[in-house]
């Protein structure tokens, strides 16, 4: 839902600018080619500068549609009245009738040329740190909310059911609350480390071309991708909990054990604190780490995937 406003532009809600804000500006229902918004009377000089500059006349073209594909509305109306501009001063630039081409005027569609492309890599940029940034952002509330609620509700369920929880069962629920909070938190940082912004954040090959992703697909694909990865974390941390917590590795000495915290003692508030601070470092550690998992899977689907392949390759045929 919109309204206009008094001088005819259009408002737009809260919700739809916080929209946007996340997954990009909408699909341009009608778009537009260069050359709609060149004035017929320059007809003849588009024509020449066709003829002269074909390169930079298409790459040009290329860059007005990448223009309709920005992230951002605001880019996208800005890069278009440039281009728009770009050609229309170079339409009216007697220099366009030389032969074969002045080179004053090509070093000034290069340097304009440029100066799109790097306001069209940075507004690629914005999708992608915002779309990690909202991704991380779930992922990691999901995770502390599924930790949650099973340690604040699952007490009260389990009294329904008649089983009771003694304080040995309460300090393992909490160190599993905790282990596998910070393990989603150290899956965060470790993401945010790696993030490195390029001229180019994401490509894919097309046949022998790279071809631009569309910057809403790619803020899109990094959302799934933030939350992939904190969930990872999660699961890593709680898994490394458990299994030091069982006692099988004997390699790592706890400070202390739940069955020591119940007891009363001097040392009760120390061991305590010894028993925080090992667990939030397993699980920022282990969520940290995250990256380990993922490439085990790779490396795992790689075998598998050269098997078949090789299996395929040396297969006798069938009489």
């Known amino acids: 839902m919109s309204f206009m406003k008094d001088n005819g532009g259009e408002h737009r809600t809260r919700w739809e600018r916080t929209r946007e804000a ?30 002269v500059y074909p390169k930079q006349q298409l790459e040009l073209q290329y860059l007005y549609g990448a223009a309709q594909r920005a992230f951002e509305a605001r880019t996208r109306e800005s890069l278009q009245i440039t281009l728009d501009c770009l050609l229309r001063t170079v339409l009216r630039d007697p220099r366009l009738y030389d032969s ?28 992608v740190v915002r779309g990690l940034n909202f991704g991380l952002t779930l992922g990691a509330f999901l995770s502390v909310l599924l930790l949650g609620v099973p340690l604040l509700a699952g007490v009260q369920l389990l009294g329904m059911t008649g089983t009771t929880l003694n304080c040995s069962d309460r300090w393992s629920l909490l160190g599993a609350f905790v282990c596998g909070g910070v393990g989603a ?62 006692g099988w590795v004997t390699a790592i000495n706890m400070p202390s054990t739940t069955g020591e915290l119940c007891t009363t003692g001097a040392d009760a508030a120390a061991k305590g604190t010894a028993f925080w601070g090992f667990w939030c470092a397993v699980g ?21 995937g050269s098997g078949r392949r090789q299996g395929t390759a040396t297969k006798p045929n069938s009489p």
């Open 22 to 51: 996340v997954e990009g500006a909408p699909t341009e229902r009608k778009p537009r080619s260069l050359a709609d918004g060149i004035d017929p009377e320059l007809a003849q000089d588009l024509a020449q500068f066709r003829k």
């Open 100 to 127: 074969p081409g002045d080179a004053d005027l090509a070093d000034y569609l290069a340097q304009e040329i440029d100066g799109v492309w790097a306001r069209l890599c940075q507004d690629e940029a914005v999708a």
């Open 185 to 246: 938190f150290g899956a965060v940082l470790s993401v945010l480390l790696r993030v490195r912004v390029s001229e180019e954040p994401l490509r894919r090959k097309g046949s022998s071309h790279k071809v631009a992703l569309a910057p809403a697909q790619v803020s899109r694909s990094l959302r799934h991708e933030g939350v992939y990865r904190v969930f990872v974390g999660w699961i890593l941390a709680l898994a490394v909990y458990f299994l030091l917590s069982t």
């Open 284 to 304: 920022f550690l282990a969520g940290f780490n995250e990256r380990w998992a993922f490439g085990m899977l790779n490396r795992q689907s790689g075998k598998r």
